[in-house]
């Protein structure tokens, strides 16, 4: 196996993978792990939602939202809403009673667009100080391998003399 190409191809696809990520929320795209079972069985805890902003005239009874709650963001569908008074009712989809507060059009980041099963374990692992740890041992890895076969090749071609 060619090493050098793969340890290359490898970083290039993380760098790509970051820099999306990173450039997402400018162009009005966020990518955020679920982390409870408030909206099961159409969202489980673990699954990622990819959303996308949303103008406040655009929300509807029956969208999926994310909005901001005392400093947390969260996923609950909107059950009734008020735009004169500005206002919006949410509930989780697996809760029995509405949440015990109002979101303010304000606090609205985004609406689902998609989930994805499963993704958001990877997603909050990878956030965590041992993911970060992983990518770069990985990267480094297949660099030092990449940098390993290049030598051995050189060496070969050389008939081993220094």
């Given at each position: 196996?060619?090493?050098?190409?793969?340890?290359?191809?490898?970083?290039?696809?993380?760098?790509a993978l970051v820099?999306?990520?990173?450039?997402?929320?400018?162009?009005?795209?966020?990518?955020?792990?679920?982390?409870?079972?408030?909206?099961?069985?159409?969202?489980?805890?673990?699954?990622?939602?990819?959303?996308?902003?949303?103008?406040?005239?655009?929300?509807?009874?029956?969208?999926?939202?994310?909005?901001?709650?005392?400093?947390?963001?969260?996923?609950?569908?909107?059950?009734?809403?008020?735009?004169?008074?500005?206002?919006?009712?949410?509930?989780?989809?697996?809760?029995?009673?509405?949440?015990?507060?109002?979101?303010?059009?304000?606090?609205?980041?985004?609406?689902?667009?998609?989930?994805?099963?499963?993704?958001?374990?990877?997603?909050?692992?990878?956030?965590?100080?041992?993911g970060w740890i992983l990518i770069?041992?990985?990267?480094?890895?297949?660099?030092?391998?990449?940098?390993?076969?290049?030598?051995?090749?050189?060496?070969?071609?050389?008939?081993?003399?220094?």
């Amino acid at each position: 196996m060619n090493w050098s190409r793969a340890g290359t191809a490898i970083s290039l696809a993380v760098l790509a993978l970051v820099l999306f990520m990173a450039v997402s929320p400018v162009i009005g795209f966020r990518f955020d792990p679920v982390r409870s079972g408030s909206m099961s069985p159409d969202i489980d805890s673990g699954d990622l939602v990819i959303s996308n902003a949303v103008d406040d005239e655009d929300i509807r009874v029956g969208d999926v939202i994310i909005y901001r709650h005392a400093g947390v963001l969260i996923c609950h569908r909107v059950i009734a809403l008020d735009a004169e008074s500005n206002w919006i009712q949410t509930q989780g989809d697996a809760n029995e009673d509405p949440d015990p507060y109002t979101v303010s059009y304000d606090d609205v980041v985004s609406e689902i667009g998609l989930v994805v099963p499963y993704l958001g374990h990877a997603v909050l692992f990878l956030k965590s100080v041992y993911g970060w740890i992983l990518i770069i041992t990985i990267v480094a890895v297949m660099l030092l391998l990449g940098w390993y076969d290049d030598k051995h090749k050189n060496d070969a071609r050389s008939g081993g003399e220094q």
